[in-house]
T-cell receptor, first 113, second 112 residues
């Protein structure tokens, strides 16, 4: 596709359930990033992939959060045993390695009831 | 701690008017500063990127300035249009790091 896509666009879940969020980066982009944006707050860095490896997971807020990337393409962010404070928009971005530019997807709005 | 502060938090202007948004940062060492536009329900879209040596960059009706000495940047929007209504986010990258520090954004509303 022409841009970064994410699915689902919206996800409502019950507290304690697991959720999986998907990101399809721009073809050829080796760098992939996940961010979280809480209401009224700036974007928070979660994790960075270079290829299929994640050299920096420092932003993951707890061990309930994990992410993987396969084929230097699709990435999934998994949140286990969701809590209400996990409610946010989760944004994915991709870019060329070493480049300044990051291209963002539309985000997944997660609501935990 | 790396921080990016934006002002004002929100702004309402009449269509056709100009406005200026401000950004102060403490990120050091500095690599580049970006302004993004984020429409409601959409991901951020890049408007400008400036490195240390650049002090002005334009993209249509958007003009960004950077003073790396005072660690300040501004985004000037000329002849505003209704479609300019969005959040404008200032983002700073540190040298040697892929991590970005995001401001909370300025929410701009352009009214007829």
């Amino acid at each position: 596709g022409a841009g970064v896509s994410q699915s689902p666009s919206n996800k409502v879940t019950e507290k304690g359930k697991d959720v999986e969020l998907r990101c399809d980066p721009i073809s050829g982009h080796t760098a992939l990033y996940w961010y979280r944006q809480r209401l009224g707050q700036g974007l928070e860095f979660l994790i960075y992939f270079q290829g299929n490896s994640a050299p920096d997971k420092s932003g993951l807020p707890s061990d309930r959060f994990s992410a993987e990337r396969t084929g230097e393409s699709v990435s999934t962010l998994t949140i286990q045993r969701t809590q209400q404070e996990d409610s946010a928009v989760y944004l994915c971005a991709s870019g060329l390695a070493g480049a300044h530019e990051q291209f963002f997807g539309p985000g997944t709005r997660l609501t935990v009831l | 701690k790396n921080q990016v502060e934006q002002s004002p938090q929100s702004l309402i202007i009449l269509e056709g008017k100009n406005c200026t948004l401000q950004c102060n940062y403490t990120v050091s060492p500095f690599s580049n500063l970006r302004w993004y536009k984020q429409d409601t329900g959409r991901g951020p879209v890049s408007l400008t990127i400036m490195t240390f040596s650049e002090n002005t960059k334009s993209n249509g009706r958007y003009t960004a300035t950077l003073d790396a000495d005072t660690k300040q940047s501004s985004l000037h929007i000329t002849a505003s249009q209704l479609s300019d209504s969005a959040s404008y986010i200032c983002v700073v990258s540190g040298a040697g790091s892929y991590q970005l520090t995001f401001g909370k954004g300025t929410k701009l509303s352009v009214i007829p």
